[in-house]
């Protein structure tokens, strides 16, 4: 009698039944069952992996001459007569005209607190940011972009969309189960700043281009529909889209496409006093540094207006949802894009189980030819692999790739080599004249050593593609890997289960395998 | 009772005699592959070099890649590849990485999708900036060259320095030689190569392992035997399994390159070829050098085996 311990064909039974019932909701649909089905990666259901990097310079160099604008307005209440204040992609810098008001100087600056560097030097003034300073503002930047492109892609919360932050300055956005990928990007690609500004009358657009010249404070901004024209909007931002309340796309009186707004209570008391003062003069509605349009103020207007400017339907309804979500704080780059269609991840999934299943046919086959009973004993054991490993990705709910497929079917292959070595072995000793128990027990025990570490070394394998990998080749390295365990599990005990019961049950004098 | 056996028991294959060979061939596999390498080149996808791919499915009718080829070669992207994908009606369309920002590609992207939306489904598209693929190349360089260190410094703890340095020295050679096969081949090297590598790496070094093992084991039983002999001993012993397992392993791969569809098909031949070769180098060079260094015959090794065998 071979002595199996019952705790532990206990035990074997417990994993395949976990496995079984982990697997299952990947075979049926069971109403009310708790457990989920494999999560597929989207080379297999379809929809795009846009890897964006926010660009945090451009953020600095606008905070810099905020902070710029700001030291004007401070310097000038307390009087200080100044020079050259301007600001670039690094710092903002100053020079004091007398030298005596160096310590007012210094009181003003010194409330810019930690995330800024001073340096000060008779009638010089610098400004940076330090490095946690410029990390802040970096984390900050980077976590509001990723609230921002969450609103922009996924407004109803229901396409589960993965935005990761990854890196420094990088954000991570796979969207699944999309038709369009050109439109994810189209959403993602503008920034949609919406500001309202005055149009400067002491200058047009075409004066301040010949010239060269813009008056102080305000700043030369072309058109948004490529008709050349170009305008002189004053600097000071009157009303901004974050203080929208709601954007949704209609038409205008010429039934041309446009987009609705209301402001909030504090938008709409804003609007309506600049309105109220200007009448007549005409109010430059700014998107990303374009004029859309410049329409003469007519009269007091509150907390409704319209954009209209050269839309399509598509591109109205998309300005207005990029609206509602608000404003990236950076531009975003497409660092890199890989976007499937559901068409050719039905075709994978298709061809990969196709292959699967002819892979363990095959296998399948020769393993019986080679050994036999023990054969169609390690094909079972092939089998409970296969639902150990779906059950497993179940369960992590790790993503199943096209690559991950084929780790499936090349564990199908390499998981045979266990009992492989352990029918060799065994085979071996018989050869030598050990009698059926002995054989099966130091074939065993043989065997166990050398499976160990030829496993071993492609587990190394399998995890450092998993650290090293990215997408598809880490769906590989999981499955490879969780393939490893599984099919020592397999090979080591549940397939040695039935060899025992086999053996147990018909008490064969000799033994052929 | 009828068993397939390809290789029958008790063979005693003089491996030894054959070792030579074995080394001229594999330096002449090498040299071949490292000259592949510098002529020729890797064919190397976008993943490391950068650039535009664009798989589409013909609406109708099959794909006209020469009325493709004269519309996207009009346009002045530079190097553009259009070939024949899986199917008749498939195209995969390359173009090479266009010159400025991730801007100026992501531009490229779109132009092309509208030149031939008209008669062709996009069925993926993929893109990759300067920047990401000059990382993705280091990252792949680091994840080539970890795992062997660290399969090495598992051989030297499990075994002997002798053992580690034979096994790392096969192992390099399945590694040379595979980038030579996708030189040679013009495969597109990309990062399910990688994978692939690295996966071969895994079986090939498992495959080592177990002869290793059995030399180790026989080294120990047969304490008068000369080196040689235990070595082609070994050799024979596992010769039976290290063919059943590279039949099996092949069987599934064949059937991925046969029915896995167009996109796994240069990966799962890539790693036919690692198994033939994997195999291979397990005999003739991980065994075969070992037959130039004096091994312990491990008296005080306590490994599991030690113990196995006290039992």
């Known amino acids: 009698m071979l002595q199996f311990e019952s705790w532990k064909r206990f035990a074997i039974i417990i994993v395949c039944l976990a496995g079984l019932f982990a697997a299952l909701p990947n075979a049926i649909s069971v109403?009310?069952?708790?457990?989920?089905?494999?999560n597929l990666g989207l080379d297999l259901r379809g929809g795009s992996h846009l890897l964006l990097s926010a660009d945090i310079d451009s953020v600095v160099t606008e905070r810099l001459s905020d902070i710029s604008e700001g030291i004007r307005i401070s310097l000038r209440e307390e009087k200080i007569k100044f020079r050259s204040l301007s600001s670039d992609e690094d710092s903002v810098s100053f020079l004091l005209r007398d030298l005596a008001d160096s310590q007012v100087r210094d009181e003003i600056m010194s409330d810019f607190g930690n995330d800024f560097i001073i340096e000060t030097n008779a009638e010089m003034t610098r400004l940076r940011f330090s490095e946690s300073g410029f990390t802040e503002l970096q984390s900050r930047t980077v976590s509001q972009a990723i609230e921002i492109i969450r609103r922009r892609l996924d407004p109803d919360g229901t396409k589960e969309p993965v935005i990761q932050r990854q890196g420094a300055d990088r954000i991570l956005v796979q969207v699944p189960g999309i038709d369009d990928p050109e439109r994810v990007k189209a959403l993602l690609g503008r920034t949609a700043r919406l500001t309202f500004q005055l149009v400067d009358m002491r200058m047009t657009g075409a004066e301040a281009k010949s010239s060269g010249r813009v008056p102080p404070g305000s700043v030369l901004l072309e058109s948004a529909s490529n008709?050349?024209?170009?305008?002189?909007?004053?600097?000071?931002?009157?009303?901004?889209?974050?203080?929208?309340?709601?954007?949704?796309?209609?038409?205008?009186?010429?039934?041309?496409?446009?987009?609705?707004?209301?402001?909030?209570?504090?938008?709409?008391?804003?609007?309506?006093?600049?309105?109220?003062?200007?009448?007549?003069?005409?109010?430059?509605?700014?998107?990303?540094?374009?004029?859309?349009?410049?329409?003469?103020?007519?009269?007091?207007?509150?907390?409704?207006?319209?954009?209209?400017?050269?839309?399509?339907?598509?591109?109205?309804?998309?300005l207005a949802l990029v609206l509602r979500a608000g404003a990236l704080p950076a531009p975003l780059t497409v660092l890199e894009e890989r976007s499937i269609g559901p068409g050719l991840g039905a075709d994978s999934i298709q061809a990969g189980k196709v292959a699967a299943i002819i892979g363990i046919i095959l296998v399948v086959g020769y393993i019986i030819l080679s050994y036999g009973i023990y054969g169609a004993m390690a094909s079972v054991g092939l089998i409970v692999n296969l639902i150990l490993i779906l059950g497993a990705l179940s369960l992590l709910q790790a993503t199943l790739t096209l690559p991950g497929i084929a780790g499936i079917v090349l564990t199908m292959g390499m998981a045979v080599d266990s009992n492989v070595l352990i029918f060799e072995r065994i085979r071996e000793e018989l050869r030598r004249g050990r009698g059926v128990r002995d054989a099966i027990l130091s074939g065993y025990s043989r065997a166990i050593s050398t499976i160990m570490d030829a496993n071993l070394t492609t587990l190394i394998a399998s995890i450092l593609l998993y650290i090293f990998g990215s997408g598809p080749v880490r769906g590989f390295s999981v499955t490879l890997g969780i393939g490893i365990i599984t099919s020592l599990f397999t090979a080591i005990l549940f397939t040695r289960l039935l060899i025992v019961l086999w053996v147990n049950a018909k008490k064969p004098k000799t033994l052929v395998i | 009772m009828f068993r397939l056996k390809i290789i029958p028991d008790d063979t005693s294959i003089p491996f030894v005699k054959l070792f030579k060979l074995g080394f001229v061939f594999s330096i002449i596999l090498v040299l071949l592959s490292i000259g592949s390498f510098l002529y020729q080149g890797l064919n190397l996808g976008i993943d490391f070099k950068g650039g535009i791919l664009i798989e589409a499915k013909s609406k109708q009718g099959n794909a006209d890649v020469e009325n493709l080829r004269s519309v996207l070669g009009g346009e002045s992207y530079g190097e553009v590849a259009i070939q024949l994908f899986g199917a008749k009606d498939e195209v995969l369309i390359r173009i090479q990485k266009q010159d400025g920002d991730e801007k100026a590609q992501a531009k490229v992207v779109q132009q092309i999708n509208a030149l031939i939306s008209d008669n062709y489904t996009v069925r993926r598209t993929e893109f990759v900036g300067p920047t990401i693929g000059?990382?993705?190349?280091?990252?792949?360089?680091?994840?080539?060259?970890?795992?062997?260190?660290?399969?090495?410094?598992?051989?030297?703890?499990?075994?002997?320095?002798?053992?580690?340095?034979?096994?790392?020295?096969?192992?390099?050679?399945?590694?040379?030689?595979?980038?030579?096969?996708?030189a040679l081949t013009s495969f597109e090297f990309n990062l399910?190569?990688?994978?692939?590598?690295?996966?071969?790496?895994?079986?090939?070094?498992?495959?080592?392992?177990?002869?290793?093992?059995?030399?180790?084991?026989?080294?120990?039983?047969?304490?008068?035997?000369?080196?040689?002999?235990?070595?082609?001993?070994?050799?024979?012993?596992?010769?039976?399994?290290?063919?059943?397992?590279?039949?099996?392993?092949?069987?599934?791969?064949?059937?991925?390159?046969?029915?896995?569809?167009?996109?796994?098909?240069?990966?799962?031949?890539?790693?036919?070829?690692?198994?033939?070769?994997?195999?291979?180098?397990?005999?003739?060079?991980?065994?075969?050098?070992?037959?130039?260094v004096t091994i312990s015959r491990g008296g005080d090794d306590n490994s599991d085996v030690a113990k196995a065998e006290l039992e």
Do not use: C
């Open chain 1, 227 to 318: 008709d050349g024209q170009s305008y002189v909007v004053e600097k000071r931002v009157m009303v901004s889209g974050d203080m929208l309340e709601t954007a949704s796309a209609g038409f205008d009186q010429n039934n041309q496409p446009a987009i609705n707004f209301s402001f909030n209570s504090i938008g709409a008391k804003r609007f309506a006093t600049v309105t109220g003062k200007n009448i007549g003069r005409p109010f430059a509605i700014i998107l990303d540094n374009l004029v859309v349009s410049a329409p003469t103020i007519r009269s007091q207007i509150f907390a409704n207006g319209q954009i209209t400017g050269d839309f399509s339907i598509q591109e109205s309804n998309d």
């Open chain 2, 192 to 292: 399910t190569t990688i994978a692939a590598i690295l996966t071969i790496s895994g079986y090939s070094i498992n495959d080592t392992v177990v002869v290793f093992d059995r030399i180790r084991e026989n080294f120990r039983r047969y304490k008068s035997w000369e080196q040689i002999d235990i070595i082609n001993k070994s050799l024979n012993e596992t010769l039976s399994r290290t063919v059943m397992t590279s039949v099996t392993t092949a069987l599934a791969l064949i059937a991925i390159i046969i029915f896995g569809g167009p996109v796994l098909r240069d990966f799962s031949t890539a790693m036919l070829w690692g198994v033939l070769i994997g195999t291979y180098s397990s005999i003739s060079i991980a065994a075969g050098l070992l037959t130039f």
């Open chain 2, 134 to 182: 000059a990382e993705l190349t280091q990252k792949g360089i680091i994840a080539v060259i970890s795992a062997l260190a660290a399969i090495m410094i598992y051989i030297w703890f499990r075994f002997e320095w002798q053992y580690s340095i034979a096994a790392i020295i096969a192992l390099s050679h399945d590694v040379l030689t595979t980038i030579g096969f996708f």
């Open chain 1, 31 to 38: 109403p009310f069952f708790p457990g989920k089905s494999v």
